[in-house]
């Protein structure tokens, strides 16, 4: 090989190969904290409490997660989460793409104001709004009801889902649409069988970071919900903690169940999720 392109070849190598280890190590830095999580639950009680760190397990148990499974009112409370967040994201990803969808074709007064408040809305404090959603939900009488938490959960994530599909609806040219109008499809026939196909993997990415908000919520879960048979997951696992110590074996493998869920939805729109992120990250 020639001197000079096998010196041009070292360096684009050594960069593949620097960028490649510095990925690795951010991976292993954020994946600690689950094996962490993982290689706890699977201790044993008696090499759970030392003040040795051992990486590895020196045995292993399934004791823990026997325990968190058969805890009052997991299955119960795992039912909750699930239709309270289901329908929660199901209805921000609706309506937000139906605002989307304007905000980015048409042109109208006050269009740019309205996605200003938009990013307000999500940059406010969500534990500033405690009590005045509180006091909303008392007077609306929903206190002690999931409809409750649906109502909040769509409020928090409607924002970033309508922000976020405003910008996978611009990076799709509306020429595509002009095309099939111009073939005899209706302004309406053009988007669902144009543009709505084009906006699968936005939708499912959008999607993914909602279900996450809403299922990993604790405080308003905590404050608006009293009865024991309405609780949500989060709320669940605060009942390892008691005034006579924290199960640690329990709470971790119950912890580790909690993250099951999204774990396997993940997994399963993983690729049309990295297509989303990427294709969302083109206009804005």
Known sequence: ?????NRAVNPAKSKKVAANAVALVVALFFAFPT???VA???KPRKDMLTSEYDLLPLSV?????ATA???PGFLQSLGNSLVVTLLAVLAAVVVGLLAAVPLARMRFRGRKGFVMLMLVAQMAPFEALLIPVFLMMRDLDLLDKLPSL???????TLPFCAWTLRGFVNGIPLELEEAAQVDGCSRWEAFRRVTLPLLGP?????????????????LYALSLINDQSRQTLPVW????????????????AASALFTLPVLVFFLIVQRKMVIGVTAGAVKG
């Not at 148990?61 to 997660?65: D, L, P």
């Not at 936005?202 to 604790?218: L, R």
């Not at 696992?237 to 971790?252: I, K, R, V, Y």
Request: overall charge negative.
């Open 202 to 218: 936005g939708m499912v990415a959008t999607s993914v970071f909602a279900f996450v908000t809403a299922w990993n919520e604790f």
């Open 1 to 5: 090989m020639n001197p000079a392109v």
């Open 237 to 252: 696992l605060s009942g390892f903690q008691s005034q006579f110590g924290t199960d640690w074996g329990g709470a971790m």
């Open 150 to 156: 649906v109502l909040i959960y769509f409020a928090v």
């Open 69 to 71: 499974w058969t805890k």
């Open 35 to 37: 094996y962490w999580m």
């Open 61 to 65: 148990t399934g004791t823990n997660f």
């Open 40 to 42: 706890t639950a699977l």
